[in-house]
């Protein structure tokens, strides 16, 4: 009878044990994306009109609205909150974890249902040009600072100028991949195999995935998370990133240029 005992227990352990990792892992998801109260925060607006970004710190924006200057009929303007969880600068914070050196890169572009956009873009809750050209940019601006830092990389063991960027574009190539935030992912970022100090994972939270702030923040080094509650609100925020962690594209690429005021 105690052999039945101890054989069921096992049993019950061997089934149980798994389920309950799976569910942790699924909880500490729901803590990266609500990781409490942040050690320092940082306030900034973003304006778009005419096809052209500014930006400016909430100070300053209010202040020029204090002296009686106008937004120009038309402009867009996004109030944007930068919180730390690592160093307790915000501006610190997302330098430091968009250009540390990663064995790999993920780029977590929106729930499954951003799919949608491909064949039926009506049935996405949200804006799907936008939402398209937010993942195009966040990409495109990870593969670039992926790329120069393999570039560093292949200077570093002796390559010539020509050989060190072939070598950093085959290595960005075979070290990315974009992902929808599936329960998978979620899994994987919950348990910490995804967004870590050797593989870099940015993820995209907007109206379809329930973003419920205007915010962008990194709960741990190796993962960035953009929160918007509409798709533009994330293109801005994209552009925010850039500004501040001084990030310049390469000429002939057709991104608009980024201009701080204030």
Known sequence: MNRRVLALTLVALIILAPIAYVAY??????????PGKPKGTSNYVVIYHDGQFYVLTSENYASALAGGKKLPPGSKVFNV?????????????????LRSFYNRFTIVIGSPSVQECKTNPEAYPGNCQ??????????????????????????????D?????????QQTQM??????????????????????????????????????????????????????????????????????????????NNTKTVQITG
């Open 25 to 34: 892992a699924y909880k500490n998801f729901d803590s990266v994306l609500n």
């Open 81 to 97: 909150t930068l919180k730390s969880y690592i160093t307790g600068s915000p501006e610190v914070d997302l330098n430091l974890t």
């Open 130 to 159: 936008m939402r398209t050209a937010v993942a195009a940019e966040v990409s495109a601006l990870t593969s670039a600072i992926f790329s120069a830092n393999y570039y560093i990389k292949a200077k570093d063991m002796g390559y």
């Open 161 to 169: 100028n020509a050989s060190a960027r072939q070598y950093a574009y």
């Open 175 to 252: 070290r990315h991949q974009i992902a929808y935030l599936s329960f998978i992912t979620k899994l994987s970022i919950g348990m910490g195999s995804l967004g870590n100090e050797k593989n870099l994972a940015v993820l995209l939270i907007g109206p379809a995935e329930g973003a419920k702030c205007n915010c962008v923040f990194a709960p741990r080094k190796g993962l960035l998370v953009i929160e918007g509650t509409s798709d533009a609100t994330l293109r801005a925020e994209v552009v925010l990133i850039e500004n501040i962690i001084g990030f310049k594209w390469p000429q002939g």
